[in-house]
């Protein structure tokens, strides 16, 4: 059974840092891209990074740029995100994305449920 679990989230002052986590299990890690997204209240489910397999390309969307850091570990099969000078923007839920190939050009899905962060004085 495919697993994609998100942690991490939390409250945190503007200003301050979170790092999430997502781990997985039984899904073609090494191979898969991932990537992280966000949804606030009210909002559409959007991109924040995105890492190729191999970790060759990665993608952040500019509100995102020269704050969030992500990095994959694929002997754990774990994903992170570094987040740092957090506005209360930032507030949604956080959700971890895995493209498992299939086929030649086809991807697999699998998504976390999610992990809240908060950013509030």
């Known amino acids: 059974q495919e697993r994609v679990e998100e942690s991490g989230g939390g409250l945190v002052h503007p200003g301050g840092s979170l790092t999430l986590s997502c781990e997985t299990s039984?899904?073609?890690?090494?191979?898969?891209?991932m990537s992280w997204h966000r949804q606030a209240p009210e909002k559409e489910r959007e991109l924040v990074a995105r890492?190729?397999?191999?970790?060759?390309?990665?993608t952040y969307a500019d509100f995102a740029k020269g704050r969030f850091t992500i990095s994959r570990d694929d002997r754990k099969d774990t994903l992170t995100l570094q987040m740092s000078d957090l506005r209360p923007e930032a507030t949604a839920v956080y959700y971890c994305?895995?493209?498992?190939?299939?086929?030649?050009?086809?991807?697999?899905?699998?998504w976390g449920r999610g992990t809240q962060v908060t950013v509030s004085p």
């Open positions: 890492i190729s397999a191999e970790g060759i390309d990665i």
């Open positions: 039984a899904i073609l890690f090494e191979r898969s891209d």
């Open positions: 994305k895995a493209e498992e190939p299939e086929g030649r050009f086809g991807t697999l899905d699998f």
